[in-house]
């Protein structure tokens, strides 16, 4: 089983950057990508990014392209992801997860294992 821990959430004005972290734990091979997601109130659970266990490789969901960044450091099990650019509607509860064995995508069904979620509120 995997554990993840989120940080790096805050209060920023629009336009601001943040870098969120998820630093992974337990069985550290016991998947197959890290994912981030985020979901503001009322809303569903929505997809940003993910990156490979085993290359590294990053992927987005294609609408969050462009200001939002996802890598890792391997010798830290921490995966991040860096928001640009900030907007009032990026405001949510960001999450990290972790996918089986059997595979991923960007849709939160697809993983198993969940960090608490770290908060962004962007408002000026």
């Known amino acids: 089983q995997v554990q993840l821990h989120e940080s790096g959430g805050g209060v920023v004005q629009p336009g601001s950057s943040l870098k969120l972290s998820c630093v992974i734990s337990g069985t550290t091979s016991d998947y197959s990508a890290i994912g981030w997601f985020r979901q503001a109130p009322g809303k569903e659970r929505e997809g940003i990014a993910a990156i490979t266990r085993r290359d590294g490789h990053p992927y987005y969901e294609t609408s969050m392209k462009g200001r939002f960044t996802i890598s890792r450091d391997t010798a830290k099990n921490t995966v991040y992801l860096q928001l640009d650019n900030l907007k009032p509607e990026d405001t949510a509860v960001y999450y990290c997860?972790?996918?089986?064995?059997?595979?991923?995508?960007?849709?939160?069904?697809?993983?198993?294992?969940w960090g608490q979620g770290t908060q962004v509120t962007v408002s000026s």
């Open positions: 997860a972790a996918a089986p064995l059997t595979g991923w995508g960007l849709r939160s069904f697809e993983y198993d294992d």
